[in-house]
């Protein structure tokens, strides 16, 4: 169970991301409000699961869960470039995720 609220929390990771660059500085209710949401929900959780989870494993997913959907975002409806290179480093984190939870 710890290892689906870290998933979901690295989610959240990259909703409160995203949320925060449409704040304009805290200006705009709607993604304030998101952002707020967000990350409240992104660190319970992850506060959840590192009951269960050792921290550099737990911590190291969330991060790349929530940077790889967060590039993600970006490219797909953001409008960020989605080179090869940057594809595949993304991969890179995506397959260091899997080790530390296959090698966990």
């Known amino acids: 169970m710890a290892w689906i609220v870290l998933v979901i929390s690295g989610l ?5 991301a995203i949320a925060l660059s449409r704040t304009a500085g ?4 709607v993604p304030t409000v998101v952002f707020a949401v967000g990350l409240v929900i992104s660190m ?3 506060g959840y699961a590192l009951r269960s989870i050792p921290i550099g494993t737990g911590y190291a997913v ?3 869960i929530g940077a790889v959907g967060t590039a ?3 490219m797909l409806f953001l409008g960020e470039s989605a080179t090869v290179m940057r594809l595949l480093c993304l991969l890179l984190v995506v397959a260091g995720v899997i080790g530390l939870k ?3």
């Open 62 to 64: 969330w991060v790349g």
């Open 102 to 104: 296959v090698f966990h």
């Open 72 to 74: 993600l975002a970006g």
């Open 44 to 46: 319970v959780g992850l």
């Open 12 to 16: 959240f990771e990259s909703v409160w």
């Open 26 to 29: 805290f200006t705009r209710p």
